[in-house]
């Protein structure tokens, strides 16, 4: 069915679409798509003809897309019916608009955008990759309104997802005002943090601002090793009292722990699984040092291949296990999109993860999808795979700066307030350069996993200055 997009008179077509599908009508008073599915859902019935001659074209479109993907006519409502999905699809057709039909695909605005809301820590981690400060904030750090005004921005554009990142988000006290003014304005907030200031207060407030995922750093199951990456005495007895406050809060819909994969802590990561399992955790992430920030100079306690792919074989028989129905959580990795590959394999391609991230078996999307979001996230495997950044993913400083990914915060695009989030997602040079994954070189051009992996872009530029180079970390 893909090959039908590579003719040109097809991409055409399509971005003709688009752009009629996302034009601002003058007549009904709104962008047509949103008032198009208003239309379908039975809202809006004083549309003109023109609208209406676009919305049957696209209630056909859409059937006939879901359809191929076994996703019946009752089921497109239900999600048209969702404001998530609504504006994936909303900045499906903008990206048509703007980029062509392409793969991997463009979407019209990143969907999801990690915030490093504040360079301040209250740990000394030394592989942090936005090289944070202790106990200390920068100097250009945006104010309380200015952080209002990057949303509203982000909400212009459509923007489904906003992690508030760090440094440790927590060390600012307007981050509860922020993510609740996020959350009123349609995006979802998250948090990543260190857990060490996770009262039960600081729950209460982060659950009244709209967070219902949080993901927390937990790096072994003994203090001395934990406290070791984060150079801070006590800092795993506070982390793990932080889990707990939040497992024991009991409203938040995820509670994610991620361990750092290092050389003195990758024989604990079945213990620490298991230790996840205990706390209450409902997903285990592992990631791994990148080399940007204070990462740069952590690389050596990189593990090795042979290492780093039987963690992952672990980790993917976890999740296999998972979908099967054991008692075991969602297991991912991050910065290790490989990890797709050995999910892949040892599942005989029938279980792995999209864009790190994404399986399928989520409770949230099996209950949209009536349990066909696997098989979606699978057909979609050539569109939506692999590295997110720059196709549907950036990331945010603290100074309201634009950046390609959130460790890559050394590469400054533009600033969001002078620029708007729009004019750089669009046209900045190197963005659009991290775009040509066709033109990725070397041992990643060639893998038989490169469909749903792609190597990390910001590692391949890390490790061999090319963006579209490869992803040197990768064990296979």
């Excluded at 001659?53 to 696209?58: C, D, G, K, R, V």
């Excluded at 999209?354 to 066909?372: A, Q, S, V």
């Excluded at 699978?378 to 945010?396: D, E, H, I, M, V």
């Amino acid at each position: 069915m893909f090959k039908i997009f590579s003719f040109p008179f097809i991409k055409q077509l399509l971005q003709g679409l688009g752009k009629n599908l996302t034009k601002y009508c003058n007549k009904c008073g709104g962008n047509r798509f949103d008032l198009i599915i208003d239309h379908l859902l039975g809202k809006r019935e004083d549309l003109c003809l023109g609208c209406r001659i676009q919305a049957e074209i696209l209630n056909q479109l859409l059937f006939r897309w879901f359809s191929f993907f076994r996703i019946d006519s009752q089921t497109l409502r239900k999600l048209c019916a969702d404001r998530i999905i609504r504006k994936v699809l909303k900045n499906f057709f903008k990206g048509l608009a703007l980029f062509g039909m392409r793969v991997p695909y463009v979407t019209g605005a990143p969907l999801s955008v990690v915030w490093n809301y504040t360079s301040k820590c209250n740990l000394k981690c030394p592989h942090c990759f936005v090289d944070s400060r202790f106990n200390q904030k920068s100097e250009n750090e945006l104010t309380t309104e200015e952080a209002k005004l990057v949303i509203d921005n982000l909400a212009e554009n459509d923007v489904i997802m906003v992690n508030f990142c760090g440094g440790e988000p927590l060390t600012r006290e307007d981050v509860f005002e922020v993510m609740k003014y996020a959350y009123n304005q349609g995006i979802v907030p998250s948090i990543s943090t260190n857990a060490t200031l996770l009262s039960k207060e600081v729950c209460q407030k982060l659950f009244n601002s709209g967070v219902r995922s949080v993901s927390i750093s937990l790096d072994s199951i003994s203090s001395e090793n934990h406290d070791r990456l984060r150079q801070v005495p006590g800092a795993f007895e506070k982390a793990v009292n932080g889990i707990n406050n939040a497992v024991e809060f009991g409203k938040f819909n995820e509670i994610i722990l991620n361990t750092t994969l290092t050389d003195y802590n990758y024989h604990e990561i079945p213990q620490i699984y298991e230790f996840s399992k205990e706390l209450g955790a409902t997903k285990y992430y592992v990631s791994r040092i990148l080399p940007t920030g204070r990462g740069r100079n952590y690389m050596n306690h990189d593990v090795s291949n042979e290492i780093k792919k039987k963690v992952m074989d672990f980790m993917a028989n976890k999740l296999i296990q998972h979908v099967q129905g054991k008692n075991e959580l969602i297991v991912l990795g991050r910065g290790m999109s490989y990890f797709s590959k050995t999910c892949h394999e040892l599942s005989n391609g029938t279980i792995y993860p999209l864009c790190e991230i994404l399986t399928g078996y989520e409770p949230l999307y099996r209950n949209l999808f009536n349990d066909g979001a696997a098989n979606l996230i699978q057909r979609l495997s050539p569109f939506f795979s692999g590295c997110a950044t720059g196709l549907f993913y950036c990331g945010l400083d603290c100074e309201g700066m634009v950046i390609p990914c959130a460790p890559a915060n050394h590469i400054k695009l533009g600033n969001i307030l002078e620029e708007g989030l729009h004019e750089i997602w669009v046209k900045n040079p190197l963005l659009n350069y991290i775009r040509e994954r066709n033109k990725i070189v070397g041992k990643c051009s060639k893998c038989d996993g490169k469909i749903y992996c792609g190597g990390c872009r910001l590692t391949a530029y890390g490790l061999t200055g090319n963006w579209l180079g490869s992803d040197l970390s990768c064990p296979y």
